[in-house]
C-alpha cells in the first residue's frame, strides 16, 4: 500500500457501550472522502492517509480509552482477505487475542485517567528443577 493512502482497522474494547454500527454510522456522518466497512469488531477505514488519520482521532472522541486503532496490510474488501470472496483468513485468531486484551488495556487507561498510581509487577521467582521435581512427584 503506498503511503498516500492507508487502511486502519478501528476495534472497539468488549466492555465498551459503542457498537460497530454506531461507530460506522459516526465516521460516515464525518463527510470525508474516505471508505468505511463495518466489522465485528469495529471498522475499516481507508482513504488518504492524513484523511484517516483525521476521522481515527475523532472516531476516538467517543469513547478514548475504548477505540484502539493499527494499519491494516491489505486494502477494504480486498479479495485475498474478504471472506465474501472466499479469501484467507491467516491472522484472525491475532485479532481475536488482541480484541480480548483490550478490555485491560481500556482499564489501565482508565486507572491513569483517575490518577491512579500504576505498580510495576513484581517478577515471578523462578522455579529451580528441584522444586519442579518435588512437585512433579507428589502428583502422581
Same mark, same amino acid.
Not at 457501550?17 to 465516521?27: E, K, Y
Given at each position: 500500500? #503506498?503511503?498516500?493512502? +492507508?487502511?486502519?482497522?478501528?476495534?472497539? #474494547?468488549?466492555?465498551? *457501550?459503542?457498537?460497530?454500527?454506531?461507530?460506522?454510522?459516526?465516521?460516515?456522518?464525518?463527510?470525508?472522502?474516505?471508505?468505511?466497512?463495518?466489522?465485528? =469488531?469495529?471498522?475499516?477505514? +481507508? !482513504?488518504? #492517509? +492524513?484523511?484517516? @488519520?483525521?476521522?481515527?482521532?475523532?472516531?476516538?472522541?467517543?469513547?478514548? *480509552?475504548?477505540?484502539? #486503532?493499527?494499519?491494516?496490510? =491489505?486494502?477494504?474488501?480486498?479479495?485475498?482477505?474478504?471472506?465474501?470472496?472466499?479469501?484467507? @483468513?491467516? !491472522? =484472525?485468531?491475532?485479532?481475536?487475542?488482541?480484541?480480548?486484551?483490550?478490555? *485491560?488495556?481500556?482499564?489501565?487507561?482508565?486507572?491513569?485517567?483517575? !490518577?491512579?498510581?500504576?505498580?510495576?509487577?513484581?517478577?515471578?521467582?523462578?522455579?529451580?528443577?528441584?522444586?519442579?521435581?518435588?512437585?512433579? +512427584?507428589? *502428583?502422581?
Amino acid at each position: 500500500m #503506498s503511503e498516500e493512502r +492507508e487502511t486502519r482497522l478501528l476495534m472497539i #474494547s468488549p466492555t465498551s *457501550n459503542i457498537t460497530p454500527d454506531q461507530l460506522s454510522r459516526t465516521i460516515h456522518s464525518m463527510g470525508e472522502r474516505i471508505t468505511v466497512k463495518e466489522t465485528c =469488531y469495529g471498522c475499516l477505514i +481507508e !482513504g488518504p #492517509s +492524513e484523511v484517516v @488519520r483525521r476521522v481515527r482521532d475523532r472516531a476516538r472522541e467517543m469513547d478514548r *480509552n475504548a477505540i484502539f #486503532s493499527k494499519i491494516r496490510a =491489505y486494502p477494504a474488501s480486498d479479495p485475498r482477505r474478504c471472506r465474501a470472496q472466499h479469501g484467507t @483468513r491467516p !491472522g =484472525y485468531s491475532q485479532l481475536e487475542m488482541e480484541w480480548k486484551a483490550l478490555t *485491560n488495556i481500556e482499564a489501565g487507561l482508565d486507572a491513569l485517567d483517575r !490518577g491512579e498510581e500504576i505498580k510495576e509487577p513484581t517478577p515471578k521467582k523462578q522455579l529451580s528443577v528441584m522444586e519442579f521435581k518435588k512437585i512433579c +512427584e507428589a *502428583n502422581q
